[in-house]
């Protein structure tokens, strides 16, 4: 496959034979990958086996991607074009002292990365003749180094997924929910994402076939833990992100001025709620598919199409309100998910009788209990209970009643 910066190939490791699905990588930059799996050219991390996504985004992969094999920008990625207001190079002994992101089932994990000689790959001429350095092609403008990123294979997109596929509607709110969970993550780290589209987000399956979503390409992430989730924008040729059908209003409304910023933290949310309608079988409403599309920056709740009547009304309601125009109306991710654990799981406690502490911690007991039991029976863990585990592991109190507070209040006007 191939981006506007990357390319992706498939590979094995020499010598090991045909290994079990899942067990190859992506590497990018060039050159074959040392032994170690996948090979991925031009500059930014792969998404897997995938090609291309929406509008020509690059295949990336994580936050430490870099363009053309340059030194990481780490801080702010930049995005479309490249300009970013608050773009440093961080001396050698920053990076080897940055954090990195602690693992989520998510999330992509990078394997390994490194630099390496662009050599001339299967294709090279024919997709991006271009970029080669000159060395190779006498006309290209490529550096004679890239960066090489090493990663599991994954065998598909989400986009090519529900090309094909219908999930159940049960599948679908554990598909919204994983999605949930991963921007939570990157959210506690301090990273907004800035690009989550159905083509940035790879797809496997457990031992029951339910899909499990990986989150990738971050090539356009905001990762600076001097500016948290904060972006500031001073002038129109800051970055604001990736694709521009899914910024969160609160971005693409966003004017300029001395002392102005972006705040990110509930913008990767918002396009969880854009992609549910994808995944529940629907047009996403914020793609330019047609003339009957919404722009984020001005649409109105009121214009959101209606979700399938197969979609429990829970679940409905936490998509209405992912999509408030306004970002302090709207639940976290965190929330939204705590929302959707409740609806799976914890029917008895959504009663319109209060539930008191000691019914909840009873309840949080047994799926404790129940968790426990599922990771020892299953070497690999299906995605119902990596959800659990997560939603134990996240845990707060306060961040449950507020879920429980706004579940209430939907049952309270279904009736």
């Not at 799976?344 to 009873?362: D, H, I, Y």
Request: proline fraction near 7%.
């Amino acid at each position: 496959g191939k981006g506007c910066n990357a390319a992706v190939y498939e590979a094995a490791i020499p010598g090991a034979g045909h290994l079990p699905h899942g067990r190859t990588g992506a590497a990018e930059g060039g050159s074959p990958a040392r032994g170690d799996s996948r090979a991925v050219e031009g500059g930014s991390p792969a998404r897997g086996d995938s090609g291309a996504g929406e509008g020509g985004s690059p295949a990336r992969g994580d936050s430490r991607a870099v363009e053309g094999g340059s030194p990481a920008r780490g801080d702010s990625r930049a995005g479309e074009g490249g300009n970013c207001g608050c773009e440093v190079s961080p001396a050698a002994s920053d990076i080897r002292k940055r954090k990195k992101m602690k693992p989520h089932p998510n999330i992509i994990q990078v394997i390994r990365a490194f630099t390496a000689n662009v050599p001339l790959l299967p294709g090279a001429w024919v997709e991006y003749p271009d970029v080669l350095p000159s060395r190779i092609n006498p006309r290209g403008i490529g550096r004679n180094r890239t960066l090489f990123l090493v990663m599991k294979n994954y065998p598909c997109t989400l986009r090519q997924y529900l090309s094909i596929s219908a999930p159940s509607s049960r599948w679908a709110t554990l598909m919204i929910l994983q999605l949930l969970e991963g921007v939570d993550h990157l959210v506690q780290q301090g990273i907004a994402h800035r690009d989550l589209k159905s083509d940035n987000i790879l797809v496997e399956f457990d031992s029951v076939g339910c899909p499990r979503l990986v989150i990738t390409d971050f090539g356009c992430c905001l990762a600076d833990e001097r500016l948290g989730m904060k972006l500031p924008f001073t002038n129109m040729y800051i970055d604001r992100g990736g694709n521009g059908c899914l910024m969160a209003p609160e971005v693409s409304a966003a004017n300029p001025g001395p002392g102005r910023s972006i705040n990110y933290s509930k913008s990767d949310a918002w396009s969880v709620g854009a992609l549910a309608h994808e995944i529940l079988g629907m047009p996403n409403p914020f793609y330019r598919q047609g003339g009957g599309h919404l722009e984020s920056r001005h649409y109105q709740e009121t214009q959101l199409p209606a979700l399938p009547d197969s979609t429990p009304h829970h679940v409905q309601f936490v998509i209405t309100l992912l999509l408030r125009r306004d970002p302090k109306k709207r639940p976290t991710a965190r929330v939204a998910a705590n929302m959707l654990h409740l609806h799976l799981w914890g029917a008895e406690l959504l009663t319109p009788a209060p539930s008191s502490l000691e019914q909840m911690l009873s309840w949080l007991r047994c799926q404790t209990l129940l968790t426990f039991l599922q990771v020892g029976r299953n070497r690999d863990s299906p995605v119902e209970t990596e959800l659990r585990r997560c939603f134990l592991a996240n845990l707060s109190f306060e961040e449950m009643d507020e879920a429980m507070e706004l579940l209430l209040l939907c049952g309270n006007r279904s009736q």
